[in-house]
């Protein structure tokens, strides 16, 4: 089981930058994918970025070039430094981790607003 606790969210202006942080409970080094996701208001939550295991990185067309995901296996932690954020990036974000040698995501945060005005 993993339990993972993201932190990092509030209110910025259009064009600012935001750090989330995602802290595992457990050690993150054999899990496949972590990911970050959200969800905007009346709307499904939807796929933003993931980090594999072996630090290779993938992105939603919207964020690329905008945000970076990183994974510091030492701190158990996954990064998400989102540059040049729109009112469209205004959504609670979430960090999920699959399952140990697995693809599918069995652990999910609760978590952190991100609202930037414009």
């Known amino acids: 089981q993993v339990q993972l606790v993201e932190s990092g969210g509030g209110l910025v202006q259009t064009g600012g930058s935001l750090r989330l942080s995602c802290a595992a409970s457990?050690?993150?080094?054999?899990?496949?994918?972590m990911g970050w996701f959200r969800q905007a208001p009346g709307k499904q939550r939807t796929w933003v970025a993931h980090?594999?295991?072996?630090?290779?990185?993938n992105y939603a067309d919207s964020v690329k070039d905008r945000f970076t995901i990183s994974r510091d296996n030492a701190k158990n932690t996954v990064y998400l430094y989102m540059n040049s954020l729109t009112p469209e990036d205004t959504a609670v974000y979430s960090c999920a981790a699959t399952g140990r040698g697995g693809i599918v995501y069995a652990y999910w945060g609760q978590g952190t607003q991100v609202t930037v005005s414009s």
């Open positions: 457990a050690s993150i080094l054999s899990i496949n994918f």
């Open positions: 980090i594999t295991e072996g630090g290779t990185t």
